[in-house]
Structures are given as structure tokens and as C-alpha cells.
């Protein structure tokens, strides 16, 4: 979940991931959407520690899964966390709350939209974004201008 929430990946990126494709903080995507030969996410250390601690007390081979679930159960699993805090939650949601998470931290749009989604257009990131309320945007301006 983590890896979708923070590092803004896929549910199928996160499913295809290998310990050979953790290098401390990158996170080597191969074969990606994009139909690029590879794409590189990064991740908080704390989330890269924690994932590397899940290969090795999990004995996980360099080619193997690290996460051997098909769609449908980390669909389901992504679901019953929802349900937990009472709220309707679907994988791509993570992926949407980092991208939203990011900007309204103050991370360029640029960045969210190449870096963190990984997006070939910015105006896609623009819609994942949303609108702004007139409050938020108050906000920013009077941070802006303090």
C-alpha cells in the first residue's frame, strides 16, 4: 500500500516488482505503461527500509515477486483497509493521494507530474489534481506573499 500512497505506483507496477529492482531508494520499473524500456521510482527511505526488510525476512529470490498476489486480491486488500477508517478506497486512490499529497505540500507540478507519476503529459496530472478551493487557494497566495 505504501508503495502506491508514497511512491505513487501502480498496483500492476507494484505487483511486478523483483528484488532485483531495489536499489536503496530507486525502484527500477521494467516494462512500464509508458512503453519505455524502464522507468525509476523513488521512495522514502523509511519505506525503502521497511521493504527491504520484507525481502529478506521473507527469503524472496532476486527474480522473484515481492509481492506474489494477483490483481484482484491487492484490489481486495486495498478495499478491506478502506473499510477499516469507513471510507470506499480503490488502488489507483493511492496513487492519486500521493500525486495530491505532493502538491499541496508545495512540490512543483512538474515534478509530480514527471517524477512521482511518471505522466508523458502534465495536462493528465492536472486532472488527477483536481480543483482547488477559493480557501486553499487563499492560502497559498497569503504564504506566498508573507
Same mark, same amino acid.
Given at each position: 500500500? /505504501? ?6 505506483? !501502480? ?6 516488482? #523483483? ?20 522507468? @525509476?521510482?523513488? %521512495? ?5 527500509? !521497511? $521493504? ?12 522473484? *515477486?515481492?509481492?506474489? %498476489? ?15 477508517? *469507513? ?13 495530491? +499529497?505532493?502538491?499541496? =505540500?508545495?512540490?512543483? @507540478?512538474? @515534478?509530480? =507530474?514527471?517524477? @512521482? ?5 502534465? =495536462?493528465? #496530472? ?6 482547488? =478551493?477559493?480557501? /486553499?487557494?487563499?492560502?497559498?497566495? /497569503?504564504? $506566498? +506573499?508573507?
Amino acid at each position: 500500500l /505504501e508503495l502506491m500512497a508514497r511512491g505513487g505506483m !501502480r498496483v500492476g507496477e507494484v505487483l511486478k516488482l #523483483t528484488p532485483r529492482d531495489v536499489n536503496d531508494r530507486k525502484l527500477i520499473l521494467r516494462d512500464p505503461k509508458s512503453g519505455k524500456e524502464k522507468e @525509476i521510482v523513488f %521512495i522514502p527511505q523509511k519505506v525503502a527500509d !521497511r $521493504l527491504k526488510d520484507h525481502i529478506r525476512e521473507k527469503g524472496i529470490e532476486p527474480d522473484q *515477486g515481492i509481492f506474489p %498476489i494477483c490483481y484482484e486480491a491487492a484490489r481486495a486488500m486495498v478495499r478491506k483497509e478502506g473499510e477499516k477508517i *469507513g471510507i470506499r478506497l480503490r488502488p489507483h486512490d493511492l496513487r492519486r493521494h500521493a500525486a495530491t +499529497y505532493a502538491s499541496r =505540500s508545495g512540490v512543483p @507540478i512538474e @515534478i509530480v =507530474s514527471k517524477v @512521482i507519476l511518471r505522466h508523458a503529459n502534465l =495536462s493528465t #496530472t492536472q486532472r488527477y489534481l483536481g480543483k482547488v =478551493s477559493e480557501a /486553499e487557494a487563499m492560502r497559498w497566495i /497569503e504564504n $506566498l +506573499y508573507a
